[in-house]
């Protein structure tokens, strides 16, 4: 069974920090996603990666996908208060095949 | 585009009840999955539908059905509710042929009392 693990669970940071947050596995994944999701909606695609080592950028935030495609890591510059949100890391596997979710990060900024 | 619609919003239902949610996808989506969300267990996967089949099953009992129509709207059914099944029910649709990239829907919260 392939699981996704992230962390931290939760943070809560002053407005104008950094912050990363992690997803890992022990299963190399074909494609690996970011979402976020506020209070009351669905989440939200961010950004998706498919080539190891693959960097992008959206904004203040930067995604990496690792060398192996087992991991992914998502920096945030300067967070602010509407960065706030569960985060939420997904892998696929080639095919047809669901996408396996993490259970993601709870991202508090305060102003 | 117009994105994942969901209806209803928001359902209260009583133990050993049936409740049906609808899902509308973007149009052209033609792959449909189901999740539910509750903060103990995260996202978990119940269904997948393309083109009116189901393509892919979760770990979740009988009593949670679903099925697409044939434009590509999806229904889930979930049959003698229990206090468990309370949680966030989210669609999402996907304009691929692969799973991957999907676009969610706001989700049906449901309450069983």
């Known amino acids: 069974t392939q699981l996704l693990e992230q962390s931290p669970q939760f943070l809560s940071i002053q407005e104008g920090e950094n912050l990363t947050v992690y997803c890992n596995s022990s299963?190399?994944?074909?494609?690996l996603q970011w979402y976020r999701q506020e209070p009351g909606e669905g989440p939200v695609l961010l950004v998706t990666?498919?080539?190891?080592?693959e960097v992008k950028k959206l904004k203040r935030l930067t995604f990496q996908f690792g060398d192996a495609r087992k991991d992914s890591s998502l920096h945030i510059t300067a967070a602010q208060p509407g960065d706030t949100g569960l985060y939420l890391c997904?892998?696929?596997?080639?095919?047809?095949?669901?996408?396996?979710f993490g259970k993601g990060t709870r991202l508090s900024v305060i102003a | 585009k117009a994105g994942v619609t969901q209806t209803p919003r928001y359902l209260i239902k009583t133990r050993g009840q049936q409740v049906t949610l609808s899902c509308s996808p973007i149009?052209?989506?033609?792959?449909v999955s189901w999740y539910q969300q509750t903060p103990g267990q995260g996202l978990q996967f119940l269904f997948e539908?393309?083109?009116?089949?189901?393509?892919n099953k979760g770990n979740f009992p009988g009593r949670f059905s679903g099925r697409q129509f044939s434009n590509s709207r999806s229904e889930m059914n979930v049959s003698t509710l229990e206090l468990g099944d309370s949680a966030l029910y989210l669609c999402?649709?996907?304009?691929?042929?692969?799973?991957?990239?999907?676009?969610f829907g706001p989700g049906t919260r449901l309450t069983v009392t």
């Open positions: 149009s052209g989506h033609r792959s």
């Open positions: 539908y393309f083109s009116e089949t189901q393509r």
């Open positions: 999402a649709s996907s304009g691929t042929g692969l799973s991957y990239e999907q676009y």
């Open positions: 299963s190399v994944f074909s494609s």
């Open positions: 997904a892998g696929g596997d080639s095919g047809n095949t669901p996408l396996v």
């Open positions: 990666v498919v080539t190891g080592g």
